[in-house]
């Protein structure tokens, strides 16, 4: 069965770094576009970052876009999430989610076929 496992979540000082990874199994990973998503406790999932199958089309939320940084490894079958200048407000569960390659990439997440666990990540002030 497919699975997307994320890892490398976890506390970290505002204004610093961390690099999320999300290994999936049981589906050819080429075929997927990858999308990170976040929730913070009493809101709604929303859209962080997405990467097309080839990893040539990328997009990312207003609210990241210089500071995070989507990037895939097809030959790993592995998505990474690269997050800088972290500010309190980013403190979120972070899930990795795929999505069959046909269309356009798509900031919802009802489009995206499997989903990871999840990794926490906290950012204190």
């Known amino acids: 069965q497919v699975q997307l496992v994320e890892s490398w979540g976890g506390l970290v000082q505002a204004g610093g770094s961390l690099r999320l990874s999300c290994k999936a199994s049981?589906?050819?990973?080429?075929?997927?576009?990858m999308g990170w998503f976040r929730q913070a406790p009493g809101k709604e999932r929303e859209f962080v970052a997405a990467?097309?199958?080839?990893?040539?089309?990328?997009d990312n939320a207003d609210s990241v876009k210089g500071r995070f940084g989507i990037s895939r490894d097809n030959a790993k079958n592995t998505v990474y999430l690269v997050m800088s200048s972290l500010e309190p407000d980013d403190t979120a569960v972070y899930y990795c989610?795929?999505?069959?390659?046909?269309?356009?990439?798509?900031?919802?997440?009802?489009?995206?076929?499997?989903w990871g666990q999840g990794t926490q990540v906290t950012v204190s002030s």
């Open positions: 989610a795929a999505k069959t390659a046909v269309g356009i990439l798509t900031r919802l997440p009802g489009w995206y076929n499997y």
């Open positions: 049981g589906l050819t990973f080429s075929g997927y576009a």
């Open positions: 990467i097309s199958s080839s990893g040539g089309i990328t």
